[in-house]
């Protein structure tokens, strides 16, 4: 042992304290080293696409829609239909132009490369019809459940529910 290191002397110390005779460096099985390598680029990835999805959901509520080509694909598709880029532009265009104050609020996030999942809240007032519903400018609070499959660092597919009944609860 390298008496002069005293993390390694920290270490040996305190593996020492309860009764185990690893001594030190451990030399990890190649098996297990590749296990681990693997468990730390997925979770690389893990936090890469979160951080993409950040980004996204900044580009929408800023309505950046310059930006939105760096996180979309020119084929995504939303709940199965092609879009194209254009489309999927023009339907959150559609939306912001409906519900002013629209924005994107992450409640719960789970990604499992390629695809990530969310809840989004929302706390707004839609103008006129929202799902047709009249709701006429009356702040309402509802969550979508979304789920997104990435290319690289680009959304190519989108499935979201939104939870119409709890907005109906709230106009009632």
Known sequence: MNESCPVTKARHDSLASVG???AFPVRVPPIQFYE?????????LIRQLADIYRAYLDCLNRQAWDELGH???NEIQHNGRLLRISGYREMLVKDFEDIPNLQFNIQLLVCEPP?????LSFNC??????LGLSVNGQQVSFTENVFYE????KIVSVWSVIDKSAIEAQLS
Do not use: H, I
């Open 115 to 119: 695809r990530l999942a969310a809840r």
């Open 71 to 73: 996180f979309v694909d």
């Open 20 to 22: 185990t005779n690893v």
């Open 125 to 130: 007032s839609p103008k006129g019809e929202f």
């Open 150 to 153: 990435f290319v690289g660092s």
């Open 36 to 44: 681990l390598a693997f468990q730390r680029k997925e979770t690389v």
